[in-house]
């Protein structure tokens, strides 16, 4: 157990600081409601557990023999993010009716653009693999860690966005939380670039 406890630390600070998903589930949990963004929820970490699992099993390998594909990803992923801060900024709890929170599958292909996730996938393949372990096994004990991490941090964000939902009938804090929020996707869009 002492061996995982850094791989499960890694994992809660990965899976609870603010990113991508999470600003997004905050979001989603403050315009649909949890049950709105469940979908979204186990979308997300779908699409983490078999990212990981497939960096785990080779695929982080070609990152570090091709680094220009990592700074390819990284350059999309951080355009992509500002396109979602655009969108976010400008929508409104009214806007809620007319749209919809993402699908399973849009949360689950979004990671293949979220840089975030490849951060955290990329180094749980190349740090935190176990030692003495078939290559899959390995890979799986790592996805299912990361998963059983991942989902409840996932959760506590969109509840945070279901918390302060009634905050957010008032116009002028709606405004500032979809700025706040779209402030946060530009800023990790712009470190992500570094």
Not at 40 to 57: E, H, K, R, S
Not at 103 to 124: E, H, R
Not at 168 to 177: E, G, M, N, S
Request: contains cysteine; proline residues 6%; hydrophobic residues 50%.
């Amino acid at each position: 157990m002492t061996d995982l406890l850094p791989l499960m630390t890694y994992c809660f600070v990965m899976s609870s600081t603010p990113g991508p998903n999470n600003v997004m589930l905050a979001t989603s949990g403050a315009k649909f409601g949890y049950l709105g963004a469940l979908p979204q929820i186990l979308g997300q970490n779908t699409g983490v557990a078999i990212q990981t699992f497939i960096t785990c099993m080779g695929l982080g390998s070609v990152f570090v023999a091709y680094p220009v594909l990592h700074q390819i990803l990284r350059i999309t992923g951080a355009v992509y993010l500002l396109y979602l801060a655009w969108k976010l900024s400008g929508s409104s709890m009214g806007a809620a009716r007319e749209s919809k929170p993402l699908t399973f599958w849009q949360a689950a292909l979004f990671q293949g653009v979220n840089p975030k996730t490849w951060v955290k996938s990329v180094t749980l393949a190349s740090v935190f693999m176990p030692i003495g372990m078939s290559l899959p096994m390995g890979a799986l004990l790592v996805t299912v860690i990361g998963s059983l991490i991942g989902l409840p941090s996932a959760s506590m964000w969109a509840l945070f966005g279901v918390a302060i939902r009634q905050l957010l009938t008032d116009p002028i804090k709606q405004r500032v939380f979809n700025l706040t929020m779209g402030a946060m996707l530009v800023v990790l869009a712009v470190s992500f670039l570094r």
